[in-house]
């Protein structure tokens, strides 16, 4: 819930301040802080925030010879479906699709990122999406083995490998 509603529902400031939601950032140590609290006016920008700080990742550990691993969560097209506002209005189906385009941007400059750095050729990609087809209806609220195929669609490319790109 956000700051906003919490405090509709008559929260007391206390619990609002204990559970309000947080976009949280790792050191290097592995230590987390808090980096910004994750308000509906920071929604429209959070998408580009993970993709800057992906790319920012990966041409720095590009600098190295270690291997590395990068798991980029994004949040489109979660509910509430807010994309960032040069993607508003962009596509014919409303927010929803508009939230699809930013994701394929975003998306698109990571993997811009991957081919700069030079380690195209070395990278496996793994897409993951877990937004069941809307055609299909959940059997229950769980995860079945009927289920799975609808709710977790996914492409891999590791280039000169997977046959799409060799």
Known sequence: MYRESMQRSGMPEDVIGATEPYVWESEADGTLKKA??????YRHEVEGDIAEASVEFIERASKTTQPFFLYVGWTHTHYPTLPAQEFQGKSRIGAYGDAVMELDFRTG???DAIKAAGNEDNTIVIWVSATR??????RSTRATASTAPSAAS???????????WA
Not at 36 to 41: F, L, S
């Open 36 to 41: 910004r609290p994750y308000t509906p006016e």
């Open 133 to 138: 087809r809307l055609r299909q209806p959940a």
């Open 154 to 164: 996914s492409a891999t490319r590791w280039k000169g490998r997977s046959a799409r």
């Open 109 to 111: 400059q990571v993997l």
